[in-house]
């Protein structure tokens, strides 16, 4: 965890961590506890008779693994969730907002590389979210 973060993370929550598979992204979801926990909150909401919500249910937390901070920062990402993500020697922590995505280096990559040519044709912004960075 870059050091940047370190700080903040074990002041709001220890330095305890929930990692998960993301749903749509090939990439892993690293939650600070406290964020976790509204996560699971929302989904224990929701109707269990619905298929897709099952779904989610299982995969997300089905998926999901406590993690903690080490004395360097570090932590350890188990096998089945690198896997996943196709992690390997090279990563990417990108901040989220309330949470972190772990993508495989090159994977984020090219995914950013067309992220930022979808949002350059005309059009594909609204003109809140075009405002958001003009």
Partial sequence: M??????????????QL??????????LCVYPLSEWELIEAKL?????FREEN??????LIGNAVDLELDASGRF????????????DKRVMLVGQLNKFQLWDEDTWNAVADA???AIKQPGALSDDLRDLIL
Wanted: include cysteine.
């Fill in 76 to 87: 350890l990402v188990p096998p089945r969730l690198r896997e996943h993500a196709k992690l």
């Fill in 44 to 48: 224990r909401e929701l109707a269990s």
């Fill in 2 to 15: 870059p050091s940047r973060y370190r700080d903040e993370l074990v002041s709001r929550c220890a330095g």
């Fill in 18 to 27: 929930i990692v998960t598979i993301d749903a749509i992204d090939p990439c």
């Fill in 54 to 59: 099952r779904r989610l249910q299982r995969l």
């Fill in 115 to 117: 992220d930022l040519a």
